[in-house]
């Protein structure tokens, strides 16, 4: 099992990055996919999340109307679009793979630094 993140970096505050995550060696279309961050000092928290077949995604309300996350089942990716980005959107993302609450999967996390 496999997931690997792209696309992060540094961006200036208003700025946009799109994260990807590619997934390998599991039943992708069967996974709830999601992007996690984690904030040095803080807990990791969920940033957005969809359901395996795309049909519904939930954000937290910190990143709301700013991040869009959606997935290609075909190609096995996932992606944040995150727009208007923040000095407070600094972290570490992490691309998560979820089924039935019992294979849970991470990649190994993308730095996003926003900052001017």
């Known amino acids: 099992v496999q997931l690997v993140e792209s696309g992060g970096g540094l961006v200036q505050p208003g700025g946009s990055l799109r994260l990807s995550c590619a997934a390998s060696g599991f039943t992708f279309s069967s996974y709830g996919m999601s992007w996690y961050r984690q904030a040095p000092g803080k807990e990791r928290e969920l940033v957005a999340a969809i359901t395996s077949a795309g049909g519904s995604t939930n954000y937290a309300d910190s990143v709301k109307g700013r991040f869009i996350i959606s997935r290609d089942n075909a190609k096995k990716m996932v992606y944040l679009q995150m727009n208007s980005l923040k000095p407070e959107d600094t972290a570490v993302y992490y691309c998560?793979?979820?089924?039935?609450?019992?294979?849970?999967?991470w990649g190994q996390g993308t730095q996003v630094t926003v900052s001017s």
């Open positions: 998560n793979a979820k089924f039935i609450r019992v294979y849970d999967y």
